[in-house]
């Protein structure tokens, strides 16, 4: 059964820093591209970030690019969001998500993920 487990997420302030964490089971992590998505009260979810298995190529939302880092550690089964010089605009529940290998589509597709976490809240207060 494969696993999805957000981590990390809080309250912060304005130009503040988050790291979040998801840690996956089940599945062959280096496998698979992995992703973070995220949903605002009221908001249809959209894309943050990618990074394909092997960690070399990463993709950013023109929003968040420069200010945040996706990152992944296949020994840990881990991936990572830096978040730096958060704005309030980034309050919202955080997923991260999997997708096998066989999917070729883009990556900014939630619809190309299989499986994704339960999700967790990130708070910027201004």
């Known amino acids: 059964q494969v696993q999805l487990v957000e981590s990390g997420g809080g309250w912060m302030q304005a130009g503040g820093y988050l790291r979040l964490s998801c840690a996956i089971s089940?599945?062959?992590?280096?496998?698979?591209?992995m992703a973070w998505f995220r949903q605002a009260p009221g908001k249809e979810r959209e894309f943050v970030a990618a990074i394909r298995g092997s960690g070399y190529t990463t993709y950013y939302a023109d929003s968040v690019k420069g200010r945040f880092t996706i990152s992944r550690d296949n020994a840990k089964n881990t991936v990572y969001l830096q978040m730096n010089s958060l704005k309030p605009e980034d309050t919202a529940v955080y997923y991260c998500?999997?997708?096998?290998?066989?999917?070729?589509?883009?990556?900014?597709?939630?619809?190309?993920?299989?499986?994704w976490g339960q999700g967790t809240q990130v708070t910027v207060s201004s």
């Open positions: 089940g599945r062959t992590f280096s496998s698979y591209a």
């Open positions: 998500a999997s997708r096998a290998p066989s999917r070729f589509g883009r990556f900014d597709e939630s619809l190309e993920y299989d499986y």
